[in-house]
């Protein structure tokens, strides 16, 4: 595992020399810093493990060090060094969240004990983190980036129903990752070492679709030179996905019907059945319910495809992911471009977590791979973001949540009149008015 770094604080130099002398003992990386200004700088780019700093420094002290420790990296300790005159102040710190604290003149064996105590807490809370996450990480299939409750629901879902051999219908918006749920189910199946075959039932004709899924035989139609193997049949013994089912022509939803109950197949133009186990899993972006009291979808495959119902959420229904899909798209798109492309300015961050995305995480995922392409810098800016976009960015401004000028000068005159007790001679002063000029402002404001 990687050395622990440990910064040592204290503005008398031979404090922190013989300090460091003690501890370089062991394997770790040290650090020495003369005032509390300089260590916050750099924890600023740098975490440290332990910090051990001295309890009265001048300008930022101790205190002031073990607040910004607490608040920045919580998985990090410290130990205070105290004269004995300031040790019912080093035990209020300890309540305020510091490991422990020793006396001048320090005693380097009691050190070396606290900072190894201190050091094994560090590593127990590592620990517990990275058991934590890994757990998290069993539930959370490895392509789906979320963080948000909504999310932790269907995470949960694929979870439970992976290992059940059971037809799943996923439904959802276009770009919101259904194909995706489906590869975790599989994954999650025991079919998960057979293959996985994604067919999209939309825009085709039902002939297509047939020979497709079905397959035919050598001389079945002009042109079938040869026999071919439908979708259905490679996909024995493992995983079929059926993306737009709502889009399959009604006659072609009979023969998947008929499929569905039998587990046997035709080829186009042959006669043997030919048994086929395949888990199926349907999806839609269209409530097929819906369809099937409108007429246009057969109500008995909806409850053949129907066993378990997957319902996956918009983008703009969890905000909360979309720094996080922000960050991987980066990385992934950084990576496949060959650039450095690490950050988002506030300003991007600000008009994508207000953008609705009608076309959701796949939208998303465009408009990073796009802007890491056209970047030029380490980060994004709105320039680098389509003109639409950047429009946003400006039509998102309320007219009314800014003052005019006038109105922030009558506030501005307000405001120091106030603090003047309305003596205009001063208030003047410090408007830098004559007074004429700011008795004539009063007046066209209404201040008395």
């Not at 422990?100 to 004990?113: C, D, G, Q, W």
């Not at 392509?143 to 219908?169: A, H, R, T, Y």
């Not at 000028?405 to 003047?428: D, F, G, M």
């Not at 004559?434 to 402002?441: F, N």
Request: proline share 4%; hydrophobic share 40%.
């Amino acid at each position: 595992m990687d050395r622990f770094r440990i910064a040592i604080v204290d503005d008398e130099p031979l404090v922190c020399r013989e300090v460091k002398r003690c501890l370089s003992k062991e394997p770790y990386i040290i650090e020495t810093f003369p005032n509390g200004e300089s260590v916050i700088k750099r924890m600023e780019e740098f975490q440290f493990d332990l910090v051990l700093c001295d309890l009265n420094l001048p300008g930022v002290n101790g205190l002031d060090v073990l607040k910004f420790v607490r608040k920045h990296y919580p998985q990090s300790e410290i130990i205070l060094i105290t004269a004995y005159s300031s040790v019912d102040t080093a035990i209020d710190a300890i309540r305020a969240g510091a490991f422990h604290y020793v006396t001048k003149p320090v005693r380097f064996a009691e050190l070396r004990v606290l900072v190894k105590r201190a050091l094994d807490k560090v590593l127990l809370v590592r620990e517990k983190e990275a058991l934590k996450e890994a757990l998290f990480s069993q539930k959370r299939p490895a392509e789906i980036i979320s963080n948000s409750k909504i999310m932790f629901e269907v995470f949960q879902l694929i979870d439970k129903v992976g290992p059940l051999d059971c037809n799943v219908l996923i439904y959802g918006e276009s770009g919101t990752g259904k194909e995706m749920v489906a590869q975790a189910l599989h994954q999650r199946s025991s079919r998960r070492n057979q293959s996985f075959v994604s067919f999209n039932c939309g825009g085709f004709s039902e002939e297509l679709i047939t020979n497709e899924l079905f397959g035919h035989e050598k001389g079945a139609f002009t042109g079938a030179n040869e026999t071919k193997v439908g979708l259905l049949e490679a996909a024995n013994k493992g995983t079929i996905f059926l993306d737009e089912i709502s889009e399959m022509p009604a006659s072609m939803q009979v023969k998947l019907l008929r499929f569905v109950e039998e587990r046997f197949l035709l080829r186009v133009g042959g006669i043997r059945q030919i048994p086929v186990d395949v888990r199926l899993i349907a999806a839609s972006n269209q409530d097929l319910k819906g369809l099937v009291k409108a007429g246009s979808f057969r109500e008995d495959l909806f409850y053949r495809l129907n066993v378990v119902l997957i319902n996956l959420p918009p983008l703009r229904t969890r905000p909360e992911d979309i720094p996080l899909l922000i960050r991987h798209f980066l990385t992934k798109y950084s990576r496949a471009f060959g650039k450095e492309v690490k950050h988002v300015s506030t300003e991007v961050l600000d008009i994508l977590t207000h953008y609705p995305f009608p076309g959701n995480v796949r939208e998303l995922e465009n408009i990073i791979e796009r802007a890491v392409a056209l970047s030029d810098d380490s980060e994004i800016s709105a320039g680098d973001l389509p003109s639409d976009l950047q429009e946003l960015s400006i039509s998102t401004i309320d007219p009314q949540s800014w003052l005019s000028l006038e109105e922030k000068e009558k506030l501005y005159i307000q405001e120091v009149l106030a603090k003047t007790n309305h003596r205009k001679n001063i208030a003047a002063d410090i408007l830098g008015l004559p007074r004429t000029s700011l008795w004539r402002k009063m007046k066209r404001y209404g201040l008395s």
